[in-house]
């Protein structure tokens, strides 16, 4: 049986396979934002490892194994979360690693960037479908930045924002992302 973990375990055991819990290394310095996460991440069944610096958080992933996904704050200290993403796949030999970039941060250039390392790029105040579905979608890929957008105003693939996940029609770009 696969159970979730804790950072005092700071073990990643391999996934059940066929559809078994997804590894999850979120690493947000806001211990609260930290521990909602960890929570509703952990209550889709997943395994999860939450930690609130680059430092542990390549320590952990060293010593228990590389996560399926990771869901980096991108305003860590020391070690921004794009920083770390870059070493993480690394040092996993993994380049591929799939990422979900958590930020307060809505400038389309910050929306760009984290897109253009492959990652989904999700705005804070996080909602936590959003959040939910771009772990299930981790794999696939990200539609580039300044993709077309299709009939109904919004580019193809997944949104940035979490607006799709309540229904919302608005255009994505920062101009509406939720904050």
Known sequence: MFLPIEVANSTLHAAEPEGGPVKVLIVEDDAAIQKLLAMRVRGEGHAVVAVSDAETA???????????????????????????????????GKPDLPAIFLSGRVAQA?????????????????????????????GAPV???????????HSPG???DGAAARGDR???GP???VS
């Open 58 to 92: 390549l320590r952990v992933v060293a010593e228990g194994g590389c996560p399926d996904v990771a869901v980096l704050d991108i305003g860590l200290p020391g070690m921004n979360g794009m920083r770390l993403l870059s070493v993480l796949r690394e040092q996993v």
């Open 110 to 138: 910050d929306v760009e960037l984290g897109r253009s390392m492959g990652a989904t790029y999700l705005t804070k105040p996080v909602i936590a479908h959003a959040l939910l579905n771009a772990i299930r979608n981790a």
């Open 143 to 153: 539609p580039p930045a300044g993709s077309r957008p299709n009939r109904s105003g």
């Open 158 to 160: 997944r949104r940035t």
């Open 170 to 172: 608005r255009p994505q």
């Open 175 to 177: 101009e509406h992302a």
